[in-house]
């Protein structure tokens, strides 16, 4: 394969296209079926997820027909159970949502879309006081409620619930509401394969479930909100749900995929050797902790003038720099200067989680360093949410809507999620009401010639990748690490992706796969530091792509790159 040409920063230039054969299987869908010979289900909307985008975009569009949410584990099981630190928005007469916005902004270094910001923290405070209406208990003092502070932020607009359990009570708000919502069924344990296209137009998707097997179902309009892809990273803070499916899906679809260099790191997570990864969220440190090295100096003053409140790539730099000068494997974060008790009060999650680890946090501090956690690029949208699909929305962390550029601002992600999956459910019930009639069915067949080749051990393939990815494609990156990634990912797939699998797990490891290439790819093309994107060859940002995303999609059999 002849060397890709170089991007074109200053307009238009040369689209890079690769030979599909050479990075993926070309096959369209993942396994072999006769729509004929599997039952299929009827449906006006197809929700794909139950995360907040997911839930929130369900709830409107059952507002105005038949609605079916898919979901591939328990509906409580997504990123937004995971969420501590809450929802950012302008609830306070002392705040303004021009500051927000221009937070936002900041923060995205020069590659958010200011009409989709505009509209976010526009609409924002209103999906909030929703969820209040619907019984969302956020935290309050004399009925007025306690807003925090969080890093980028310019004003305390972090609302929060239980003091560390946000996404939980949001969860379970919009569960409770979805589940007493007329004309809104929810199918659980139930693993999207492959988006239907028939003539360029979405119809539904083909699906698995743990019980009743293969089914496809049909749907005037589909609605993409599959969440996040961490399991694709060896740290993260992820739950074991979030393996980039949608974005896997979307792309074998000929959807356009934006922005997938954009992956963002979470500063603080607990490190304790042999556990899982979990969160301390930053609203930790907008309480005050300071981070230290293990002697107890701090360190973040010397890196940004707003130290532990700097936006969350810059700190995540921070530390992982701190732990190679020191040759450590952690950094602390501090709150023994707090007053403990109300710390306790504040987080109790957190100050359990440290409890089992025999934490004492009136005399030691807590052991942390980054881990994988949001998906900033994702499938392509417009301000309404639309992808360049007839038939098809996405929402969430599964899409780039351009509210996040580089770097996504703390807590607007379930405030995208609120906002977007709103906009989502009601564009997609305008788009419906053109189509009248039931939904029909339509001959589609997958035939796939069965495998020669050898087939490798999917958990070590799995665990294998994490690693690469972690080593290579994470904080910080570098050109020759990047093609040695996407060389080896490419090795694995050539394994993998020409399979026949008939379990979740198989179809998890070639949706990880595909989607850990394309990051890398993306990576590889962007050749300046932005944001979430780190380049050690290449430090600075590059001010002739302002603006420019990176876009990805399959066309014809081929990889095409571009900048829009």
Excluded at 254 to 266: I, K, N, T, W
Excluded at 509 to 528: C, D, F, G, P, Y
Aim: hydrophobic share 40%; glycine share 10%; net charge negative.
């Amino acid at each position: 394969m002849s060397a890709p040409q170089e991007l074109n920063p200053q307009g238009g230039g040369p689209t890079i296209s690769v030979v599909m054969s050479e990075l993926y299987d070309t096959r369209r869908y993942l396994t072999r079926f006769h729509v004929q010979r599997l039952p299929s289900l009827f449906t006006d909307f197809l929700v794909i997820g139950s995360g907040v985008a997911g839930l929130r975009a369900a709830i409107e569009a059952a507002r105005h027909g038949s609605t079916l949410l898919v979901t591939k584990s328990r509906i409580d099981d997504s990123n937004t159970a995971w969420a501590q630190g809450g929802i950012a928005a302008v609830m306070s007469p002392t705040d303004n949502v021009e500051a927000h916005i221009e937070d936002t902004l900041r923060v995205g270094c020069g590659l958010c879309e200011r009409p989709a910001v505009e509209r976010l923290i526009r609409e924002g405070p209103g999906r909030v006081r929703e969820l209040m209406e619907w019984g969302a208990i956020f935290d309050k003092r004399k009925q007025e409620l306690l807003l925090g502070l969080e890093g980028g932020h310019s004003a305390p607009r972090i609302v929060h619930a239980q003091g560390d359990a946000t996404g939980r009570e949001v969860s379970d708000t919009l569960v409770r509401v979805a589940r007493g919502t007329d004309q809104l069924r929810v199918f659980e344990e139930c693993f999207v394969i492959d988006l239907i296209v028939v003539d360029g137009r979405c119809r539904g998707a083909t699906t698995y479930h743990r019980h009743f097997g293969h089914q496809i179902f049909w749907a005037k309009q589909t609605i993409l909100a599959t969440g996040g892809c961490g399991q694709i990273y060896r740290e993260t803070t992820n739950p074991e749900v979030a393996t980039g499916d949608g974005h896997a899906l979307a792309f074998r679809a000929g959807l356009a995929l934006r922005d997938m260099e954009m992956v963002q790191f979470h500063p603080t997570t607990l490190y304790v050797a042999g556990a899982t990864r979990a969160l301390i969220s930053e609203a930790v440190r907008g309480e005050g902790a300071h981070l230290v090295d293990r002697h107890g100096e701090r360190f973040m003053p010397r890196y940004h003038p707003d130290a532990e409140l700097a936006p969350r790539d810059v700190v995540s730099r921070a530390i992982l720099a701190e732990m190679a000068k020191q040759d450590a494997t952690c950094m602390y974060l501090s709150v023994a200067h707090l007053n403990i008790d109300k710390f306790r009060k504040r987080f109790p999650s957190i100050s359990r989680l440290c409890e089992q680890f025999d934490i004492d946090l009136s005399r030691e501090a807590i052991p942390v360093r980054p881990a994988a956690h949001y998906m900033v690029g994702g499938v392509k949208v417009d301000s309404e949410a639309r992808t360049g699909m007839p038939g098809l929305f996405a929402c969430g962390e599964a899409a780039s809507s351009g509210v996040h550029g580089a770097n996504r601002l703390a807590s607007n992600s379930l405030l995208e999620g609120l906002v977007f999956g709103a906009v989502a459910g009601r564009n997609a019930a305008e788009a419906a009401s053109g189509e009248p009639g039931p939904m029909q069915a339509v001959h589609v067949v997958s035939d796939i010639e069965p495998s020669v080749r050898t087939t490798l051990d999917l958990p070590d393939i799995r665990n294998s990748l994490r690693s690469v990815m972690w080593r290579n494609v994470g904080i910080e990156r570098h050109g020759p690490h990047l093609g040695e990634t996407v060389e080896i990912v490419g090795f694995w797939g050539r394994f993998v992706m020409d399979k026949l699998f008939d379990d979740p797990a198989g179809w998890e490891t070639q949706n990880l796969l595909s989607v850990a290439r394309l990051i890398a790819i993306a990576a590889r093309e962007r050749k300046e530091s932005r944001g979430v994107h780190a380049r050690s060859d290449f430090p600075n940002t590059d001010p002739g792509l302002d603006g420019r995303h990176l876009v990805l999609q399959c066309v014809d059999g081929k990889l095409d790159i571009r900048l829009e």
